[in-house]
């Protein structure tokens, strides 16, 4: 199957910082990628929606000037997590779709906020 | 507001028992549901959806319009099914992907 990965797959950051995470498919083009955030024994929340070569949709609640989302190719998306504070310390996964189809889902990244 | 509920974070059963996991979902329109599945240590993957009426290593899963559920059944539980479970609803018909996910359930499958 098609196979997302995700880099780094856990990260600690100091408050105030910035922290990047990547996201890609490694072995198909993905017009979609998903964000989504998991907070310990919650569900996955969807954060963001891309599409490569436009703006992220981002789902109420999510404040699109902290969190980040490029999706310059077909293969690429990142979210950087701008000027983190402990609250954002999360597991984020991101997801990738090549259209219709069943999407994919990377390992996720633990982020540490400390 | 769309949700998906299910209602048990953790489902204990012996080998060879039958299984089934629930989800309920509030959601006025035609969605499609989906059951996501998450084994030790691995990524999340898609175990089956509704629209492909497939039974995916034993599991079924029927939509009941009626009753706004979606549950996972297994006639015969193996200890390989111990995973995670995940309920999921995408509001625009599996067109768009976009996912609303349950809280999951824990499936573990005594010997």
């Known amino acids: 199957g098609a196979v997302v990965s995700q880099h780094p797959s856990w990260v600690i950051c100091k408050s105030g910082t910035s922290v990047k995470i990547e996201c890609r498919s490694l072995?198909?083009?993905?017009?979609?990628m998903f964000w989504y955030r998991q907070f310990p024994k919650q569900s996955l929340m969807l954060m963001a929606t891309s599409n490569e070569g436009s703006k992220a949709t981002y789902e109420q609640g999510v404040e699109k000037d902290k969190f980040l989302i490029n999706h310059a190719s077909l293969t690429l998306s990142t979210l950087t997590v701008t000027s983190a504070h402990p609250e954002d310390s999360s597991f984020y996964i991101c997801?990738?779709?090549?259209?219709?189809?069943?999407?994919?889902f990377g390992p996720g990244t633990r982020l540490t906020v400390t | 507001a769309q949700r998906v509920t299910q209602p048990e974070k953790l489902l204990s059963v012996f080998k060879g028992a039958p299984v089934e996991l629930k989800c309920n979902y509030s959601?006025?329109?035609?969605?499609?549901l989906f059951w996501y599945v998450q084994y030790s240590r691995q990524r999340l993957q898609l175990l089956l959806r509704h629209i492909s009426r497939e039974s995916i290593k034993g599991f079924t899963a029927d939509l009941n319009k009626g009753e706004t559920s979606f549950h996972l059944k297994k006639p015969f539980a193996q200890e390989e099914d111990s995973a995670m479970y995940y309920c999921?609803?995408?509001?625009?018909?599996?067109?768009?992907?976009?996912?609303?996910f349950g809280t999951g359930t824990l499936l573990a499958v005594q010997p």
């Open positions: 999921a609803l995408d509001p625009f018909g599996g067109a768009t992907n976009k996912l609303i």
């Open positions: 072995d198909f083009q993905a017009t979609t």
């Open positions: 959601y006025s329109g035609s969605p499609e």
């Open positions: 997801s990738a779709s090549g259209g219709a189809d069943e999407q994919y």
